[in-house]
């Protein structure tokens, strides 16, 4: 949200700092607003938190451990084609084996950028911290 902020008040952000968020204006202003990001990851709870990523109509459910760069084999995950199947009750992964080494390396690629540019909780880089 933090870019959508900047430009609503008219603030600079910081150019040096990388920011993972995207300007969401357009989607509260435009009358026909294009999509603001294409792809998703979803977090949940415990050792692995990195569960699945979503680029347009498809989603991929990671393995168990999708931190490891080398899936295990055998434990491909589940894809979805979310247009054809928005319950995700059908997984395709088996037919769709380019897709899911794509999917699952842009998710670990993203989630390992936003680990090694992550803030330590509780900390603010600010003027005067």
Request: zero cysteines; a neutral charge; charged letters at 25%.
């Amino acid at each position: 949200m933090l870019p959508t902020f900047a430009r609503l008040t008219g603030a600079a952000l910081d150019a040096t700092r990388i920011i993972d968020g995207v300007d969401a204006a357009p989607l509260l202003f435009d009358t026909e607003p294009k999509t603001v990001r294409d792809t998703h990851l979803y977090y949940g709870a415990g050792a692995s938190p990195l569960v699945a990523i979503r680029q347009g109509d498809w989603k991929y459910f990671l393995p168990t451990n999708p931190t490891k760069a080398d899936l295990p084999a055998g434990q491909p995950g589940a894809l979805f084609n979310l247009r054809e199947d928005l319950g995700e009750t059908t997984d395709v992964a088996a037919q769709h084996p380019d897709l899911v080494v794509r999917l699952s390396s842009e998710a670990l690629r993203r989630h390992a950028e936003m680990m090694t540019n992550k803030r330590p909780s509780g900390k603010s880089s600010g003027p005067g911290k």
